[in-house]
């Protein structure tokens, strides 16, 4: 999933960016909850600074609220976190989409392809999907995706295929389209019927 994921991103150009400037804090002796200023943060890249001093422990990352929570007491080191305390978060973050919001959309994209006979796709547990997708076939669902988010797309370009789109197309006919074109110039159809779920293994 994740390698569609990226691919997607490329696509839309929505790329990782770096804050110049962290948001900065100062710890009212209430609330250790801190939202950062910019939404789609990676959690990966936060960085926590108290004091000037780098934290490596002692705090978490609620994505959903995008809020940082620093522990009144850090049990390893015996940090407190006092009243008047200065707080830096550095973070990169994507300014248009979150990974969640994306994997909505490859959702949407095998749906796409379902109703397009290409194919039948399953997102299972750990967002694995399900038979898994050739890396030809994921820059397929990453272009679907592409026309989902920006329907004013006038081409896409690939190493298997180029085609361009009038106009007057609605977003459903590009995607078909782009669609019925993949499987013409690959020469390959996908149709994955299940029959028992038995046979899906640890995939839920």
């Known amino acids: 999933m994740q390698n569609i994921v990226d691919r997607i991103r490329n696509l839309i150009d929505d790329n990782l960016k770096s804050l110049l400037v962290p948001d900065s804090y100062i710890y009212n002796g209430i609330d250790n909850t801190f939202t950062l200023t910019r939404n789609n943060p990676v959690e990966s890249t936060i960085k926590v600074y108290k004091g000037g001093t780098l934290l490596t422990s002692g705090y978490t990352f609620d994505e959903t609220t995008n809020k940082v929570t620093i522990l009144l007491l850090e049990l390893e080191t015996g940090e407190e976190l006092e009243s008047g305390d200065s707080i830096l978060i550095y973070y990169s973050c994507y300014e248009k989409y979150s990974d969640t919001e994306l994997e909505g959309f490859i959702g949407a994209a095998l749906i796409y392809l379902s109703v397009g ?5 399953i997102i299972g547990s ?5 038979p898994t997708p050739s890396i030809k076939e994921e820059n397929l669902i990453a272009m679907i995706v592409s026309i989902i988010i920006k329907p004013p797309i006038s081409s896409i370009r690939t190493p298997e295929l180029t085609i361009n789109f009038p106009e007057r ?15 013409k110039c690959l020469g390959s159809f996908r149709f994955h019927r299940l029959t028992d779920l038995d046979d899906m293994g640890d995939i839920f």
């Open 117 to 121: 006979k290409y194919g039948n796709f």
């Open 126 to 130: 750990a967002d694995l999907i399900f």
């Open 169 to 183: 197309l609605s977003k459903d006919e590009k995607i078909s389209r782009l669609i019925d074109n993949f499987t």
